[in-house]
């Protein structure tokens, strides 16, 4: 949802373990280093632990992209099996065939044995993870030990790394698993990140997403350190939460109290939306004031009108002045926003501002009953576009747009905006023009636009990598005359313009440079970006000054 507001291309704070998004602190070149370690030659049982959302997931995930030459892995995601099913499930990551349905535990390790041994015979390796590994009953611990037995008179056939969380250390420490816990050769307990190492993985993750400007104060990474303990699942969770209370709020960085407020949504912890200290200074500092008050009215008799309406403003609550109120402010609207939401001269209705938007491409306002102009547009081979978005996406999209206001009593208002300057918006009304500042504006304006634009004579919605034909020729076409390249190929057949890897590439490239989604697929939002003119007339669309 905030992505184009901030100039990001993904969600830097996704849950998902993108090993992309992997920040390798001290502690995590060391744990990557031991699961390395043990997929090498010279490994054999391997065990990490750590809290939970550390990082353990993500590891694995980088690992897997590290795996050297010669080695097969088995990946276990769900441990909570019994013994039968765990070794199955390796048979079935290995793929080693067995007869189904067996109750033969016995059979599939002959099988998996088998297996090893032909895969060691080539030269290769085999290393089985399992994550989550705490879930591990101690049976099915036994088991796994069991399978360590695997070997050849020289080397074992099957290296084991186990990933869990500290619970895992506790099970390990059990008597009746001693013999299992003789056998690791190499133990590492990740742990929470510094203040400075959270800081700079929310820069990290931020500037994989293609974020060129810092979003966070300094003060507010050192409080999100703070309110998460360093876990990197909850640094994603608060930072996530709170871009979003941001964007929502317009905010261009986010603050302390955002930050507080994002923990508190996400932790389900309300005394997380302000700091615990801060809190009991100002219990002290009321419980003064009101001892000095009741001192003070004991000597001043007098005073007692004063101490009534006191007590009268601590009782009830103050009415709040008209106006917006934002971050316990009132912003009240200037005389020329009260002219343009009540006044005569202009009007906001959605039909004054289609009827503006429409004068921009030369076309009439619909008189179709029963449709809407977004309906109608196709029929006259132009489309509507919806969306939500900042100033600076809008400059990007390079088109007029009609703008969705909210005033203060919760009124719609909708209005054109044709020209977007450093720090003012120029509105057209049909017969008159008004100037106003962005910061006028800005809240009123929560995002909402539409326009107009004229798709391109292609027939396909979307295009992708694998696609072929006329359609794929038409991208590259403008693709080379926004990159200035001459290309030589323009008289190649429909069969032979692919859509490509390298086609992909120039495409997620361009997408970032216009704030879009950098997906490579090629939809909607990206074909408004390729259809741009490269002349705007006043009469059509709008010169590079103006959306």
């Keep these: 949802m905030y992505l184009s507001y901030f100039g990001l291309t993904e969600n830097p704070f ?10 390798m602190s001290q502690r995590h070149r060391e744990a990557l ?49 019994s013994s039968l099913e765990l070794v199955a499930s390796i048979c079935d990551e290995l793929k080693v065939s067995y007869p189904t349905p067996t109750e033969s535990l016995k059979t599939l390790i002959d099988r998996l044995n088998r ?12 290393v089985l993870i399992i994550d989550e590994a705490q879930n591990l009953s101690i049976d099915v611990l036994e088991q796994v030990r069991l399978l360590t037995n695997l070997e050849t008179n020289t080397q074992k056939l099957l290296q084991i790394l186990l990933i869990g969380q500290p619970e895992l250390k506790s099970m390990m420490a059990k008597p009746e698993l001693r013999q299992l816990g003789q056998r690791i050769t190499a133990r590492y307990h990740l742990t929470p990140l510094s203040p400075e ?34 876990i990197p699942r909850l640094i994603n969770t608060i930072c996530d939460r709170a871009l979003l209370g941001a964007y929502g709020r317009k905010n261009t960085l986010v603050n302390k109290t955002l930050a507080r407020r994002a923990a508190g949504e996400v932790m389900g912890n309300k005394a997380l939306i302000r700091s615990p200290g801060l809190t009991g200074w100002l219990l002290a500092l009321l419980l003064l004031v009101v001892l000095g008050a009741g001192w003070f009215y004991s000597q001043h008799p007098k005073s007692g009108q004063w101490w009534a309406k006191w007590q009268r403003n601590i009782e009830e609550p103050t009415k709040k002045p008209a106006g917006r109120v934002a971050e316990g402010t009132v912003e009240k609207r200037s005389r020329t926003l009260d002219a343009l939401f009540y006044g005569e001269k202009t009007g906001t209705r959605m039909q004054d ?30 489309r509507c576009y919806s969306g939500r978005g900042n100033w600076t996406s809008l400059k990007h999209l390079n088109r007029p747009a009609l703008l969705e206001l909210v005033d203060d009593r919760g009124h ?40 107009i634009w004229k798709p391109p004579p292609i027939k396909s919605a979307i295009l992708k990598i694998g696609d072929s034909g006329p359609d794929v020729r038409w991208l590259k076409a403008q693709l080379n005359r926004i990159e200035g390249v001459n290309d030589l190929s323009g008289s190649d057949t429909g069969e032979k313009a692919v859509f490509d890897d390298i086609l992909e590439t120039r495409v997620m490239n361009f997408q970032r440079s216009c704030a879009v989604e950098a997906d490579g697929i090629v939809g909607e939002q990206t074909l408004i970006q390729l259809t741009k003119p490269e002349h705007e007339t006043s009469s059509s669309a709008l010169n590079r000054e103006t959306l």
């Design 33 to 81: 280093a031991h699961l390395l370690f043990g997929m090498g030659d010279k490994g054999g049982f391997v065990l990490l632990t750590g809290e939970v959302g550390t990082g353990k997931t993500t590891l694995c995930r980088s690992l897997l992209e590290q795996v050297p030459e010669g080695v097969e892995v088995a990946l276990v995601l769900n441990p909570k099996q």
């Design 14 to 23: 996704s849950l998902t373990p993108d090993p992309r998004f992997l920040f």
């Design 412 to 451: 719609r208002h909708f209005v054109t905006a044709v020209e977007i300057k450093d720090q003012e918006v120029i509105l057209d009304f049909g017969e008159s023009r008004l100037t106003l500042p962005k910061k006028e504006l800005d809240p009123f304006w929560f995002g909402d636009f539409t326009l």
């Design 197 to 230: 190492e959270t800081a700079a993985y929310i820069e990290h993750r931020l500037e994989v997403a293609g974020c060129k400007r810092p979003l966070f104060t300094r003060g507010t990474l050192r409080l999100i350190h703070r309110l998460s303990n360093g």
């Design 353 to 382: 501002a289609f009827h503006s938007l429409l004068r921009y491409w030369g076309l009439p306002y619909p008189a179709v009953s029963g449709k809407s102009v977004c309906e109608w547009a196709p029929s006259v081979g132009y």
């Design 115 to 126: 297996h090893l041994l032909e895969l060691h015979a080539k030269g290769q390796r085999t």
